[in-house]
């Protein structure tokens, strides 16, 4: 008998006889010995999820017979695929994501009360039935680990789930049209939505009364704002969802309110600058790379079970070019690499000369620009938990996904170098050490990801230190946008042979 059952705790209990008559199915081992009674959850064509009075169990169907009226049909498993999470991408990402998987897997699909079904066109079964809910995280948590969902939309990770980068957003700060301010520095912003500004002239605006406008706190976007500004949002107008807000803040000319890029609506968005004045603007590529600070990773939550086949070759399709196209027609930022020649990106050698600190020499400059001349810079940029050496989450999606594209030859005729940054805290010396410390991390993280890569198709490894700052040192989210590792690329016949920094 092969049983496999993913709670160590109950492995000795799960093979007995005594649960009571009323659950609805009985898995026996093809010979005969020992049997687990429960009252099933899931059967995915390969395995049996079911509840029992010890936990839920999964059981491998090939060692097992199973009994009892909600016994499935063995030939045509009808997988349940049931997504709960944040509302308002979940509404705008799930249903198109799901046809869009429908038709790479050449399924017929039709969505019914909210529930999209996916049929085998030969046969006319029923193979799956995707659905979405709307649920706050707490409740779409207990969902998950009661065995009632298989994945979770999230604006955050939680230590004890899995996570799949699905796709990234930006929260912005908006103001009605006829607003005159264009801009607002994050220290500022901060304030306001702490609830410290009452008077637009506080914050360079004209003379009058600044209204805060924010959504429900148990809402996940503003939870992960929140969490940003290390207290609660102080708004006075409160609103269910991103639209209602955006649509209140587009009336009313003394709005102020932070909303995600993708559900800004009427409202229009004004310029977010750091302390020091430097412009932080949510292109694209500055959100795939996080060099925006309010960029927002959105994710894809898995317990720790064996999901159905349905679910996994779903998540699989989520890395797709098709996937990835869905999310950006919906107006979300999609995870495919993008890059820009260095020389386009004026504002950050500005921002070098600029911010360049007292231990920062020309020479070091020019080792800089030496390096970027010729070169590209791919939006896949590398930053680490807090405190920690451990990659986060969105770096480590990222290093995947660019083991993938290594593994099927990508940049082929190009050299990759990762160049890595520091803060310009403490002395010069150390910061750059620091900085090749992590680019080697980065390094190493992609050799594990990729163990078939040989060295010659390996990216260099360079340290820049506190050379190339993308925001202002004085405030701690200004320091963490410093601290990364960029991924560079330039043809091969430019290799850099740039000597190593003293």
């Known amino acids: 008998m092969r049983v496999v059952v993913y709670r160590a705790a109950v492995l000795a209990a799960c093979f007995c006889a005594g649960m009571a008559a009323a659950q609805d199915v009985t898995l026996t081992a093809r010979d005969g010995g020992l049997s687990l009674t429960g009252t099933l959850q899931g059967w995915d064509g390969e395995f ?129 049209a006829d607003n ?20 637009w002239s506080e914050i360079g605006g004209p003379d009058m009364p600044l209204v805060l406008h924010g959504l429900l706190a148990t809402n996940g976007l503003q939870r992960a704002l929140s969490g940003r500004l290390g207290r609660e949002v102080a708004a006075t107008e409160v609103h269910p969802d991103f639209a209602t807000l955006a649509d209140a803040v587009a009336r009313d000319p003394w709005a102020l309110a932070v909303t995600a890029r993708a559900m800004a609506g009427k409202a229009r968005v004004i310029t977010l600058t750091d302390s020091c004045g430097f412009p932080l603007l949510p292109s694209t590529l500055a959100v795939k790379a996080e060099d925006y600070p309010l960029s927002l990773p959105i994710h894809l939550l898995t317990p720790r079970r064996r999901l159905p086949l349905m679910a996994r070759e779903f998540l699989e399709f989520l890395s797709l070019p098709q996937a990835q196209q869905v999310i950006a027609a919906q107006g979300y930022v999609d995870r495919d690499a993008e890059r820009q020649p260095m020389t386009a990106d004026g504002l950050r050698l500005i921002n070098a000369i600029q911010g360049a600190g007292e231990e920062t020499t020309l020479a070091d400059l020019k080792r800089l620009v030496d390096v970027m001349d010729g070169a590209d810079r791919l939006s896949f940029t590398f930053r680490f938990e807090d405190g920690s050496s451990t990659l986060d989450a969105h770096s480590r999606g990222n290093v995947e996904d660019l083991a993938r594209l290594l593994e099927s030859d990508g940049f082929l005729s190009e050299a990759m170098i990762l160049a890595g940054f520091s803060d310009g805290s403490g002395a010069a010396s150390a910061n750059l050490a620091l900085s090749q410390t992590r680019a080697e991390a980065v390094l190493a993280a992609l050799q594990t990801a990729a163990p078939g890569l040989p060295p010659d198709r390996l990216p260099q490894v360079m340290a820049f230190g506190e050379a190339l700052p993308m925001a202002c040192d004085e405030t701690g989210a200004g320091r963490r946008l410093n601290r990364r590792v960029e991924l560079w690329l330039r043809p091969d016949f430019l290799k850099s042979d740039v000597p190593p920094a003293d």
């Open 48 to 176: 049996y999820r079911i509840a029992t009075e010890y936990g839920p169990l999964t059981v491998d169907g090939q060692g097992v017979i199973c009994d009892g009226p909600g016994c499935p049909d063995l030939t045509a498993p009808r997988i349940p695929v049931r997504i709960v999470g944040e509302g308002d991408p979940g509404r705008s990402l799930i249903p198109p994501l799901v046809a869009a998987f429908a038709t790479s897997r050449g399924l017929d699909h039709s969505v019914t009360d909210g529930i999209s079904t996916l049929t085998d066109p030969a046969t006319g079964q029923i193979l799956a039935e995707f659905s979405f809910q709307p649920m706050g995280q707490e409740a779409a948590r207990a969902a998950l680990l009661s065995g009632g969902a298989e994945l979770i939309l999230s604006a955050s990770t939680e230590p004890d789930l899995g996570s799949r980068p699905l796709a990234l957003d930006a929260l912005v700060p908006v103001v009605a």
């Open 180 to 199: 005159p301010v264009a801009q607002v520095s994050s220290a500022d912003l901060a304030r306001a939505l702490s609830g410290e500004v009452a008077n």
